[in-house]
């Protein structure tokens, strides 16, 4: 079965610099989620996306920028970099709210970010 | 503040035997909880969730417990097999939030031979 595709898998960075993570996410899932994972940490929910709306907003930075678009893949962009950026990203993707199993989350297999 | 913790970072268990994962949350507006296993470099994979109107979800070898009145729930892994070992995530979700995971921070179940 399709999965959530995330790209790129790994990413290096320097600091101050930008970056933009992409996360397609299962057929006729129309929800997208972002979480970031630090080291030895729990994933942190920062942004989703319903319908191409923001839906919920968690602990993302005023740096950090998100959108989903027509075909329901996302974008998360990063600017002005700081070494604490360093971190796991995982994109996750839903059903609809309202749809039978909305709840369940699927992630895909992450970015791992690294600022130098 | 974590709304959802797992007060035990590792556990160790036989295989063959049961294991079981505890999860406590503080957050009584919870409609979901969800468990996920991780390996490591690889995105969680969904396990098994509970509805907070129910008191027990059963799939194969998983099955989920939860008991509101002391907002706690376990997942209970029988039997027990050497390709278990990796980290458990309990996550907890509420309508009104868009279900935006709360994620506890993980045990680390190992199962030996």
């Known amino acids: 079965a399709a999965g959530v595709i995330q790209s790129p898998r790994h990413l290096i960075k320097e600091k101050r610099e930008t970056a933009t993570l992409k996360c397609y996410p299962i057929?006729?899932?129309?929800?997208v989620y972002w979480y970031q994972q630090g080291p030895g940490q729990d994933p942190q929910f920062l942004i989703s996306f319903y319908e191409k709306m923001q839906s919920d907003k968690g602990s993302i930075p005023d740096r950090f920028s998100a959108q989903q678009f027509s075909d329901y893949h996302s974008e998360l962009n990063m600017s002005s970099l700081e070494l604490g950026d360093s971190a796991l990203y995982f994109c996750?993707?839903?059903?609809?709210?309202?749809?039978?199993?909305?709840?369940?989350?699927?992630f895909g297999p992450g970015t791992r970010l690294l600022v130098l | 503040d974590q709304q959802v913790k797992q007060n035990s970072p590792s556990l160790s268990v036989q295989e063959g035997r049961i294991s079981i994962l505890n999860c406590d949350y503080t957050?009584?507006?919870?409609?979901?909880f969800l468990w996920y296993k991780k390996y490591p470099a690889e995105g969680p994979t969904f396990l098994i969730s509970?509805?907070?109107?129910?008191d027990k979800n059963e799939d194969g070898r998983f099955t989920v417990f939860l008991n509101k009145s002391a907002k706690h729930l376990s997942l209970h892994i029988v039997p027990s097999q050497p390709g278990d070992s990796a980290v458990y995530f309990c996550?907890?979700?509420?309508?009104?939030?868009?279900?935006?995971?709360?994620f506890g921070k993980g045990t680390s179940l190992l199962v030996t031979p």
């Open positions: 057929p006729r899932h129309d929800t």
């Open positions: 957050n009584s507006m919870f409609d979901y």
């Open positions: 996750a993707s839903s059903l609809g709210p309202g749809q039978r199993g909305a709840e369940t989350q699927y």
């Open positions: 996550a907890a979700s509420w309508v009104n939030s868009g279900y935006a995971l709360n």
């Open positions: 509970i509805s907070s109107i129910k």
